[in-house]
Every structure is written in structure tokens, then in C-alpha cells.
């Protein structure tokens, strides 16, 4: 195994212009989102093959975003390994399932008041032989997971606009801050 070395060896970090109380504030926002989605569609809406998603189910998306939270906060300040998540099958068929694991990381949440140091191990290669340690921090991974369940949100959004019109989502659904910040700034 490779490894990325961190400059310190301490579990806290100092704190720095982006604390955790914007950031977990807006995580919420999109445990929100998810959730006015999920109770939204009705079962076979949240587990049917969506062609525009490579026939994967809405239901699998929700389940993709969730796990990387999810895996984060089961890493507590050890280390963190997305690669190696459950893939828990009941995120993407059972929406009260759904339900339940976005009331546990909301009330993870609750609880962190500072960033820690971390380690993420990663793998980019196909045959796992590439595994890297390297550090990182809670509020980074927090980042991390916010940014790409923007990113899934934004494919959740194509596919109920093509295959489920009757269901409105928040104008910002799946749509990076920046991206809103911007669009702001050019109507202002």
C-alpha cells in the first residue's frame, strides 16, 4: 500500500473559514431534497429501470449518495474507504429504509462540533493493486459527499423530469452552489 503522509498527527484541526456549521447546514439541505424526492415517487417509481440512467432505478442513485455519508460517518475519525461501502440493497427498493438512514446521519451531524484529521484509502485501479492511504478531514470528506451527491442529484433530476413530470422539484435540485451563486449574480 502506498501512502500519502499528513503534516500532522493530531486528531483536531484548527479551524478555518469554512467551519462545519455552514457546511453541515447545507448537507441538510440536501438530506432534505432527497427526502421530499423519495416521499414523492411512489414504490415502483423508486426502484423501476430509468432508461436515461443507464436502466438503473432512481432508487439506486439515493442509495449511491447516501452510502458515501453513510461510510463516512461509520469511518468515525479513523479511516474512511468509499471503495469498500455496504452497497445496502434496502436504500434502493425500500424507501422507509431511505428514511431511516437520512435520520441517522442527521443526527450524526448533531454531534460534530470540529474538523479531525482522517485517512481516505483509495483505489483507481481494475485489478486492486493501487490501494493509497492518504490524509484527509472530516470536514473535507463532508465536502466531498455534499459535492457528489450534487452531482447524482443532478442525473436524479434528469431522470424525474423525463420519466415523472408530475413531480416538482426545488428549482436548485441538483444544481452545484456555485453554479446558483452564478446564475444569481447574472439576474441581479
Not at 38 to 65: E, F
Amino acid at each position: 500500500m502506498n501512502e500519502v503522509t499528513s503534516e500532522a498527527s493530531t486528531s483536531a484541526l484548527t479551524p478555518h473559514r469554512r467551519q462545519g456549521t455552514p457546511l453541515i447546514g447545507h448537507t441538510r439541505v440536501q438530506f432534505d431534497e432527497l427526502h421530499r424526492l423519495v416521499s414523492a415517487l411512489n414504490a415502483d417509481q423508486y426502484t423501476a429501470p430509468v432508461p436515461v440512467l443507464s436502466k438503473s432505478s432512481i432508487g439506486q442513485h439515493v442509495r449511491h449518495v447516501l452510502e458515501f455519508y453513510i461510510c463516512l460517518m461509520n469511518a468515525g475519525s479513523d479511516t474512511v474507504d468509499y471503495d469498500s461501502r455496504k452497497r445496502d440493497r434496502a436504500l434502493e427498493t425500500d424507501r422507509a429504509a431511505v428514511m431511516g438512514a437520512l435520520n441517522a446521519l442527521r443526527d450524526w451531524m448533531k454531534n460534530i462540533r470540529q474538523d479531525m484529521r482522517m485517512h481516505l484509502l483509495v483505489d483507481h485501479s481494475t485489478d486492486g493493486s493501487g490501494n493509497t492511504r492518504m490524509g484527509t478531514s472530516l470536514y473535507r470528506e463532508l465536502a466531498y459527499a455534499f459535492d457528489h451527491g450534487t452531482h447524482h442529484m443532478a442525473l436524479l433530476r434528469i431522470a424525474v423530469e423525463q420519466h415523472h413530470p408530475g413531480i416538482a422539484l426545488d428549482p436548485d435540485f441538483g444544481v452545484a452552489p456555485s453554479t446558483v451563486r452564478d446564475r444569481k449574480n447574472r439576474n441581479a
